[in-house]
């Protein structure tokens, strides 16, 4: 199948769950799947299938019955997402102020771009590709997965569990407000950079510590009086010989970079 070009797009409210195959353009190759979502949940699991399986439905809501001038309120849990796939790359949306729960199976080497801004959280877990995860207000957990990651959370916890990494690729894991918990496989060869304002870092990695790295005059000027020096902060050393920078930031929580067992 060449050139396949399917959107599917649910405006009206549907009140049963939505249940949606996505045929691929070639099963065998790689597939490229970004999920962006205004508000909502997002679950993203790798099987063994040949197309993508997306399961949707609108957020359970529970209010008392109120009544307007003799009428009375009709509510429900509608979806409103737009699936686009042509050539193996797939892209889900969903603009509306709906809260939607979204899971999707998709084979085993997908590479991800996911995003939620609000009232959800975002589970990834059985894939081979590249990762970007960013979730505004909720928790990020990845697991189970190979590849690169780059997983951001404003206000959560970012949990992450690889089973390999991709060989030569800088990754980050940070939040503003969360825990930084990252568990890699012993041989992973990377310099990590690691940093928090309010809380502790620990790892059972052999991290070989290297010097701060020096103040950086942003701003001199000596008949104005100005003078302006910045420092990063970070704790900065190398695994296993170093490699690639991984690096580990948060505000407020405590970073835990673990071996695999």
């Known amino acids: 199948m060449k050139n396949f070009l399917m959107c599917v797009a649910i405006a009206a409210p549907i009140f049963a769950q939505d249940h949606i195959a996505v045929p691929l353009t070639d099963p065998g190759r790689p597939v490229t799947l970004s999920i962006h979502l205004l508000r ?7 099987y063994s299938g040949r197309e993508l399986l997306v399961d949707t439905k609108g957020a359970t809501e529970t209010r008392t019955e109120s009544t307007h001038e003799g009428m009375h309120r009709i509510s429900g849990s509608g979806t409103d997402v737009t699936i686009e796939s042509e050539n193996n790359k797939v892209s889900i949306s969903s603009h509306g102020m709906r809260s939607n729960e979204l899971v999707v199976q998709t084979p085993v080497n997908t590479s991800l771009n996911v995003k939620t801004l609000n009232g959800g959280q975002i ?9 970007e995860a960013q979730d505004l207000n909720g928790a990020v957990t990845i697991r189970n997965v190979s590849g690169s990651v780059v997983a951001h959370s404003l206000n959560g916890a970012v949990t992450v569990a690889m089973s390999n990494v991709k060989s030569g690729s800088p990754m980050s894991f940070s939040s503003l407000n969360g825990t930084i918990d990252v568990t890699l496989p012993p041989s992973v060869a990377a310099d990590f950079s690691m940093k928090t304002n309010r809380g502790e870092i620990y790892s059972d990695f052999d991290v070989k510590l290297k010097p701060s790295a020096k103040p950086v005059v942003e701003e001199s000027d000596a008949k104005k009086g100005k003078f302006k020096v910045k420092t990063d902060g970070a704790v900065v050393g190398s695994v296993n010989g170093g490699g690639p920078e991984f690096k580990f930031t948060t505000l407020n929580g405590n970073i835990y970079i673990r071996k695999t067992k």
């Open 40 to 46: 909502g949940s997002i679950t993203v699991r790798g």
């Open 123 to 131: 589970l990834i877990e059985g894939v081979t590709g590249d990762i």
